[in-house]
């Protein structure tokens, strides 16, 4: 290289390093106050957990708490292990064999995404309890006359809890299994049929090995989500760290406690993180730099392809058709249910408060990866990772993170405003539906952000460099350079973490003003009460909104079918 291109490149180079932090102060102190804002509630929980005002923490250990942490585990382990089992199995068969319908399967096996597992939950409860179609059609079978005259298994159990969180969660393995599946090289498994390896030796020897990282990683998803559900638990009479927050704060009265209950899910669910890092750390396997050669599918009929079949098609029946199932047919029967005033208003709650989040959600995160992006400092690039514990924190622990400090400010505000004009108004923060809005940006804010760092990547540099040198601001080149070639990846944040607000259902009712309903908290309150014909609808509202995000997750994740 001359001297003089050397030269052209250190002047070039200059001036793009100048064009990128010109301006890139305030970009890069937004970034910081927003993420300070997502990372407050956890190190609110961390600080209130560690000051209560009435420390209890002897009083759980010695009575609730250890009966949580058995619960909590015993769940997270069987979801765990049953989901990876389910979505493994199902993965494998998609990838490695055809057989009847599995074209159709491949996508349907996604669908239970869109079912909440509290709304498999009352169905299930509904479908087997002893007034349900299964009890029924026993006993009058076999000429029954009461449940003294027969065993059947108890529904609301622990290993029921287990079985339903199992078949809504079994898609997140599924997802990432079936991508790993089909990256492998359809070569290993040539050379291992020609050694003598069968069907079970080919999962057993290359595929599970390969594809254990992808399956870890699906597995602590569902057992984190596990952690942090509420309805399922709460339907099934199940006491977990989660309904040992409502318990403790809503009956006990002690905030407190409830904080240093969540400390100990926070330190659940950061185990369960870390365990999934060090399995994917020790786990390391690297394909040919060539394009490796695709998986020949393997044609099953007869017998075999029947039971393949039936081996994907009964999760999708259990986390899919069930749900629907039950919830349409009480629709069906009880049609003035969509016509009462309580469905329209927890509608209308729950595009508000669901839309205004999505919304600030995806403002914030562009504010923030394009500030990290913008700034030459490292403070924003290290804080940037942090953001992202909120998804990692259940929606029980937010609340508590976010309500007691938002109470000690409101009737600070409140007192503030009694003084300076005379006139009590009131709790402005949590009286109304703003700390609601506030737990799910924190909460779902890594969707929004992940969704945005990856379109930024996408945009060649030179095209806003060339915005700016020719005037542009950094503001001028966000709007007119990369939002309308984002536009897609936005829209998509925008409806997925709408979709997730939708479902969302411990921080809603800890956080909700008096007398306030959202879909989920209908569905939930009005299924508590036995009273199916009017959860129905809310439910099936909240499904359809969650079929939206399921469409959009199976067009993202889109890929070629393996060849044979």
């Not at 996604?110 to 309890?129: K, T």
């Not at 700034?375 to 514990?389: E, I």
């Not at 060339?466 to 829209?491: F, H």
Request: hydrophobic content about 55%; proline content about 6%.
């Amino acid at each position: 290289m001359t001297k003089k291109n050397s030269q052209s490149l250190a002047r070039a180079g200059a001036a793009t390093q100048g064009l990128r932090q010109s301006g890139s102060g305030l970009w890069s102190a937004g970034a910081l106050v927003i993420a300070a804002l997502i990372v407050a509630p956890i190190l609110a929980v961390l600080w209130v957990a560690a000051n209560p005002s009435e420390n209890i923490w002897p009083h759980l250990m010695a009575t609730a708490l250890p009966r949580y942490l058995v619960n909590t585990a015993i769940l997270a382990g069987g979801v765990g292990i049953l989901s990876a089992m389910v979505g493994a199995g199902a993965a494998w068969l998609i990838t490695m064999y055809r057989f009847p319908l599995s074209g159709v399967l491949e996508w349907l096996l996604l669908l239970p995404l869109a079912i909440p597992a509290y709304v498999g939950a009352y169905a299930l409860v509904d479908f087997l309890d002893y007034s349900g179609p299964v009890q029924i059609a026993l006993r009058e079978t076999f000429g029954w006359a009461s449940a003294r005259d027969y065993w059947f298994p108890p529904v609301r159990s622990r290993a029921a809890a287990v079985i339903v969180l199992a078949a809504a969660l079994y898609p997140y393995v599924y997802l990432l299994a079936r991508a790993a599946f089909r990256e492998q090289s359809g070569g290993s498994y040539e050379v291992a049929r020609a050694l003598g390896a069968g069907p079970l030796g080919l999962f057993w020897r290359v595929g599970l090995p390969l594809a254990r990282p992808a399956i870890a990683a699906g597995a602590a998803i569902a057992m984190m989500e596990t952690v942090a559900d509420y309805g399922v638990v709460d339907y099934f009479g199940v006491q977990t760290l989660t309904t040992g927050i409502f318990t403790t704060w809503l009956e006990a009265g002690n905030a407190g406690g409830a904080a240093q209950i969540a400390g100990v899910i926070l330190g659940v669910v950061f185990a369960l993180l870390a365990l999934e890092k060090v399995s994917r750390k020790n786990s390391r396997y690297y394909q040919s730099a060539r394009q490796p050669r695709p998986i020949a599918r393997q044609s099953l009929r007869g017998l075999a392809g029947w039971a393949a079949m039936l081996a994907c098609a009964l999760p999708f029946a259990l986390g899919f058709v069930l749900p629907v199932a039950v919830m349409g047919a009480h629709a069906l029967a009880n049609p003035d249910g969509w016509f009462g005033p309580g469905l329209s208003r927890a509608l209308w709650h729950t595009v508000a408060v669901g839309g205004t989040a999505a919304v600030l959600t995806v403002l914030a995160a562009l504010f923030m990866v394009y500030g990290v992006r913008m700034t030459g400092r490292q403070l924003p690039r290290l804080v940037l990772p942090f953001t992202t514990l909120g998804y990692a924190a259940p929606g029980a622990v937010l609340a508590v993170g976010i309500l007691l400090p938002l109470a000690a400010l409101d009737h600070r505000l409140a007192d503030l405003i009694l003084a300076l004009t005379g006139h009590d108004p009131g709790l402005l923060l949590t009286g109304s539906a703003a700390a609601i809005v506030l737990a799910y940006v924190v909460r779902f804010f890594a969707i929004a952000q992940g969704a945005a760092d990856t379109a930024f990547g996408r945009v060649s540099p030179s095209l806003p460099m060339a915005a700016r040198s020719l005037g542009r601001t950094a503001g001028g080149a966000l709007r007119e350079v990369y939002l309308p070639l984002m536009k897609g990846s936005v829209g998509s944040a925008l409806l997925l973490v709408f979709v997730d607000c939708v479902k969302e259902l411990p921080a809603t009712m800890l956080l909700r003003p008096f007398n306030y309903e959202t879909l989920a908290t209908r569905v939930h309150e009005k299924a508590s009460l036995e009273n199916l014909g009017d959860a129905s609808p809310a439910a099936l509202l909240v499904m359809v909104v969650g079929l939206v995000a399921v469409a959009i997750l199976a067009r993202t994740n889109r890929g070629q079918p393996a060849r044979g």
